[in-house]
């Protein structure tokens, strides 16, 4: 964006709060951006969030302006929500273009809207909207747009794209609040897991898409990895035997859904292997075998046959034939 189209949309932004009127804050957050810079380095750190702004920028600049970068993610402002969506899709859009050509490594961002009337400063805005917004993008999975359930209201979206409601989620500082997901997939189902760590979508692509949720567990799994390597100390190694069967145990509880960790983010059907028993999902794909434990029995057993039903119809697609997609 030019710096002239960005002093016009700052001064429309600044009009609009002085007569009372809600402009809309975006916010994008980088899944696992602390593991990765631990295991890979200050540097590669660095150089995946020159490549996160990077596709952001070009995405925010035409519908907002970009206000700051927060290192692992940014904050834009726009005129409207509508605005703000639209700059949110086009994301969300480039970083599943880019993951599915770069599988071992892809990016994972989620991505929280908001309204309201902030405080407008030469350089940054602040408010409950601009708190709120932040909150979202912390808790959205990787590739969701989420928003408060108040906004869906009074916003129009483009052809495509509808709200969900999933439901209250307590949002640190701020409290509980229902929330909705913008979609913006072409969806035949989809499942997630009890605690809603993993979520799976069948789309028109004959594809699945994973979408995590931000790794709110990275604190315990630090500890419970400097408990299983525990040395014996002043404690004695008694103490340290204790440690290391505890963290055993309770990485067995834990771990389970982060085997998702290691698949790519968007796999063909086809490819797949897919069985539901009870509340167990299991996936099994040439990259590597994950479960989600807790999932709805209906909502599995109909995301299974849909699944089975789209891998059966690319399969019998001739050989230089259109495939539907989305």
């Given at each position: 964006?030019?710096?002239?189209?960005?002093?016009?949309?700052?001064?429309?932004?600044?009009?609009?709060?002085?007569?009372?009127?809600?402009?809309?804050?975006?916010?994008?957050?980088?899944?696992?951006?602390?593991?990765?810079?631990?295991?890979?380095?200050?540097?590669?750190?660095?150089?995946?969030?020159?490549?996160?702004?990077?596709?952001?920028?070009?995405?925010?600049?035409?519908?907002?302006?970009?206000?700051?970068?927060?290192?692992?993610?940014?904050?834009?402002?726009?005129?409207?929500?509508?605005?703000?969506?639209?700059?949110?899709?086009?994301?969300?859009?480039?970083?599943?273009?880019?993951?599915?050509?770069?599988?071992?490594?892809?990016?994972?961002?989620?991505?929280?809207?908001?309204?309201?009337?902030?405080?407008?400063?030469?350089?940054?805005?602040?408010?409950?909207?601009?708190?709120?917004?932040?909150?979202?993008?912390?808790?959205?999975?990787?590739?969701?747009?989420?928003?408060?359930?108040?906004?869906?209201?009074?916003?129009?979206?483009?052809?495509?794209?509808?709200?969900?409601?999933?439901?209250?989620?307590?949002?640190?500082?701020?409290?509980?609040?229902?929330?909705?997901?913008?979609?913006?997939?072409?969806?035949?189902?989809?499942?997630?897991?009890?605690?809603?760590?993993?979520?799976?979508?069948?789309?028109?692509?004959?594809?699945?898409?994973?979408?995590?949720?931000?790794?709110?567990?990275?604190?315990?799994?630090?500890?419970?990895?400097?408990?299983?390597?525990a040395k014996a100390?002043?404690?004695?190694?008694?103490?340290?035997?204790?440690?290391?069967?505890?963290?055993?145990?309770?990485?067995?509880?834990?771990?389970?859904?982060?085997?998702?960790?290691?698949?790519?983010?968007?796999?063909?059907?086809?490819?797949?292997s897919l069985r539901?028993?009870?509340?167990?999902?299991?996936?099994?794909?040439?990259?590597?075998?994950?479960?989600?434990?807790?999932?709805?029995?209906?909502?599995?057993?109909d995301f299974v046959?849909?699944?089975?039903?789209?891998?059966?119809?690319?399969?019998?697609?001739?050989?230089?034939?259109?495939?539907?997609?989305?």
């Amino acid at each position: 964006m030019s710096w002239s189209r960005t002093l016009k949309v700052r001064q429309l932004l600044r009009a609009q709060l002085e007569m009372g009127e809600d402009i809309a804050l975006l916010f994008s957050d980088i899944r696992g951006f602390s593991t990765y810079a631990a295991k890979k380095g200050d540097r590669a750190a660095f150089r995946l969030t020159q490549l996160h702004e990077g596709i952001l920028k070009d995405r925010i600049s035409e519908y907002g302006i970009l206000v700051k970068s927060l290192g692992d993610g940014v904050m834009a402002a726009f005129e409207s929500a509508e605005l703000a969506i639209l700059s949110a899709v086009a994301i969300q859009q480039a970083f599943r273009e880019r993951n599915s050509e770069n599988p071992d490594e892809p990016i994972d961002v989620g991505i929280g809207i908001a309204t309201g009337t902030p405080v407008m400063t030469d350089i940054d805005f602040i408010g409950h909207s601009v708190n709120l917004a932040q909150r979202l993008s912390g808790h959205a999975k990787s590739g969701q747009i989420l928003v408060p359930t108040d906004l869906c209201a009074g916003t129009s979206l483009s052809e495509g794209l509808h709200f969900i409601p999933i439901g209250e989620r307590v949002l640190k500082g701020i409290g509980s609040a229902p929330l909705s997901e913008v979609v913006w997939m072409k969806e035949l189902a989809r499942v997630s897991d009890a605690v809603d760590q993993i979520t799976l979508i069948l789309t028109e692509r004959g594809t699945i898409v994973v979408e995590l949720a931000k790794d709110a567990k990275q604190e315990i799994r630090d500890a419970l990895s400097q408990l299983q390597n525990a040395k014996a100390n002043e404690d004695g190694a008694f103490s340290a035997f204790l440690q290391r069967r505890i963290a055993r145990f309770t990485q067995a509880l834990i771990g389970a859904p982060f085997s998702a960790m290691r698949i790519p983010r968007e796999m063909e059907t086809a490819g797949l292997s897919l069985r539901h028993k009870g509340g167990t999902l299991t996936i099994e794909a040439p990259e590597g075998n994950f479960q989600l434990k807790g999932v709805d029995p209906s909502r599995a057993c109909d995301f299974v046959e849909r699944a089975r039903e789209r891998a059966a119809t690319f399969q019998s697609v001739p050989e230089g034939r259109s495939t539907p997609h989305d």
